[in-house]
């Protein structure tokens, strides 16, 4: 395959309305402030951190870059005891240890001949790239890098990132300083379970991505799937826009988040289902919520009151 075929041309981003309509394209509809923030990320080459409640799109924003810019998308996970050596590199153990043997078995057992062939191990192609610097070896037109749910990493991982946050580089003890050949378009996103790092922070533009008022959830709904229909795909807009406001907010431990909404309109179809009845929100309860108690709480009072016509 061709560059020019795995790659596109170059999408329009000149202004923040251009970059709407581009993500618009590949499927996310990105409201206003958000907008702004990708188009600043792109064009000042700084890392954006998205802070919000799971599944209000953080992680569909970076899928949806990529597609629009034709760049290969890499994804750092983070969890609790994540290690550097899993973020950026490793020594391939393996290779370089056939690599002394062999230099053994050739005769090579001199002292100078053994410093020689321990310097060979430690070139780059006994190295094993990890996503951070696999971001920053990129060919053009670069690499999209999410480091995603970077909360669940512990602090001294987060201090390790500094270097590259701050100057798209990273330090490798035996090769020297790597620098990006093109800047990599960095997401840092976070479920907040914990607070960031301030060093982190300020390396870091910052939007927080708020839950969509009913209009934009109900365009996200239609767009994601069609074959639900304006009645249905309204009804499940309104639905979830209760969930989250009160009185009903308070029965239950986490709203549903944008990527439910289309779960549940998905499973809604698949159901055959026209309009929405107690009955079957109660039996799809557990593609809404993901707490044993919130699936709970949406029992069929709850359900009937929640769709029930709003006062005047």
Known sequence: MTD??????????????????????????????????VFL??????PLLLEGEPGVGKTELAKALSGLLGRQLLRLQCYDGLEQREALYEWNYAAQLLHLRASEAGGNAKDEGARDA??????????????????LQAPAPGAVLLVDEVDRADEPFEAFLLEYL???????????????????????TSNRTRDLNDAVKRRCL??????????????????????AGEALSAQVADFVQRVRAQPFANAFQRAPGIAESVEWARALVALDTVVLDPE??????GIL???????????????????????A
């Open 4 to 37: 020019a075929a795995r790659f596109p041309p170059a999408p329009d981003l000149s202004s923040i309305d251009a970059l709407e309509r581009g993500l618009a394209s590949r499927g996310y509809l990105a409201d206003r402030r958000l907008a702004t923030a």
């Open 41 to 46: 990320a792109l064009k000042l080459q700084r």
């Open 118 to 135: 321990e310097a060979e191990v430690y070139q780059p192609r006994y190295l094993i790239q990890r996503p951070l610097l696999q971001a």
């Open 166 to 188: 701050g100057e798209y580089q990273v330090s490798i003890p035996e090769l020297g300083t790597v620098r990006a050949a093109v800047p990599p378009v960095t997401l840092l």
């Open 206 to 227: 910052y939007h927080w991505l708020d839950y969509p008022e009913r209009e934009r959830e109900l365009a996200i709904v239609r767009a994601q799937v069609p074959q």
């Open 280 to 285: 079957v929100v109660v039996d799809t309860a």
């Open 289 to 311: 919520f993901k707490q044993r108690d919130d699936v709970a709480a949406l029992n069929h009072q709850l359900a009937t009151d929640l769709l029930a016509p709003e006062a």
